[in-house]
């Protein structure tokens, strides 16, 4: 009786969370390109893109809009049983290769422009001269060349129409599941989460040196050395400083979401790994596929995210070039 109550409970449950699920995709898809798309269309002015930490934000901004065409659209459509990546082989093997790699890439561009606002913040000027446009371009096509050398196990492990999985495509044994699962909780997570946080403290670090240093000294770098008109020369200095103070305040809170809405479904998909060796109930093991269902829009919620914490804490650089898209100045 308590078996036939639970089974009953399971799929009462099954039917009611599909059915959020479904909206919640719709949602994040909708949010997601248009938001993806506003921002590539804003960072890709000449005078912002020019800019190397805004350049990282608009090829992460790429990676996401693709992350979430290939990941969201499938799952929507499955509700009526038009999902292909789940019934033919090929476009199961492209769709978790392109997922896995844009996810990637868009993760670790994040990271680079962590790492150039630490760059600009140090007292040296040899650290601020090695942040260039130039260099963002290579950098973006390491990481691009990179992330899909270490996801081309995809064609070789996911299958689909697999049964026993959370999803019908899938890595089709347990050893694919493995390789997967460490190279996305280690390359694609933990290793750029941790890079993420380590620069942030040390640009903080930066901020804080500057500041005792001119409030103790108050002389003017030689950087900034220029024959231009005192008040002229004061106005472009403060542009400047606000726009670091923006693109700093979007990566903290960038990390931040990071952390709260990849790290879920990190632990769950090693655990739901590592927990198929164990012997499970039917209830059990479907309770555990409905939660990790879930727990995948996590990071698409992510990538719908960055154009509007680019608008909210962007000031009114981002919002005044969103008004000129507009008004098609």
């Known amino acids: 009786m308590m078996v036939r109550y639970s089974s009953e409970l399971v799929e009462a449950l099954t039917s009611s969370t599909m059915k959020i699920h479904l909206l919640l995709s719709i949602v994040i898809f909708i949010f997601g390109f248009i938001g993806n798309g506003l921002n590539i269309l804003i960072l890709a002015k000449r005078t ?86 130039k260099r963002a371009r290579i950098g973006s096509l390491v990481i691009t060349i990179i992330s899909c050398l270490m996801y081309t196990q995809m064609f070789f492990c996911y299958k689909a129409n697999l049964t026993n999985t959370p999803l019908k495509c899938y890595g089709r044994t347990r050893l694919c599941r493995s390789l997967t699962d460490i190279t996305y909780a280690g390359f694609t997570v933990l290793l750029p989460l941790t890079l993420m946080i380590l620069f942030g403290l040390l640009t ?32 472009r200095k403060r542009r400047q400083k606000k726009l670091d103070r923006y693109l700093r305040r979007i990566l903290f809170v960038q990390i931040i979401l990071f952390i709260f ?13 590592s927990s198929s060796f164990q012997h499970k109930s039917p209830t059990g093991y479907k309770f555990d596929a409905l939660l990790y269902r879930f727990e995948l829009l996590l990071p698409f919620i992510e990538s719908a995210l960055p154009f509007y914490i680019c608008t909210l804490t962007g000031g009114r650089i981002f919002r005044n070039a969103l008004r000129r898209l507009f008004t098609c100045q």
């Not at 804080?208 to 000294?217: G, I, L, N, T, Y």
């Not at 002389?219 to 106005?235: C, D, G, I, M, W």
């Not at 809405?261 to 090693?270: E, F, G």
């Open 48 to 133: 912002l893109r020019s800019i190397p930490c805004i350049y990282f934000f608009l090829m992460s901004s790429i990676a996401n809009l693709i992350s979430i065409l290939f990941g969201l659209i499938p799952r929507i459509i499955s509700t009526w049983q038009l999902d292909f990546t789940a019934t033919h082989d090929i476009p199961c093997k492209i769709r978790a290769f392109v997922l896995f790699t844009t996810r990637t890439v868009a993760l670790w561009l994040i990271t680079l422009a962590t790492i150039d606002r630490w760059l600009i913040s140090s007292n040296l000027s040899f650290c601020r001269q090695l942040s260039t446009l």
């Open 261 to 273: 809405l990849t790290l879920p479904q990190t632990i769950h998909k090693i655990y739901f790994t």
């Open 204 to 235: 903080i670090s930066n901020i804080r040196k500057s500041q005792h240093f001119a409030e103790s000294h108050r002389v003017v770098s030689v950087r900034y050395l220029t024959n231009e008109p005192t008040l002229l020369f004061k106005q």
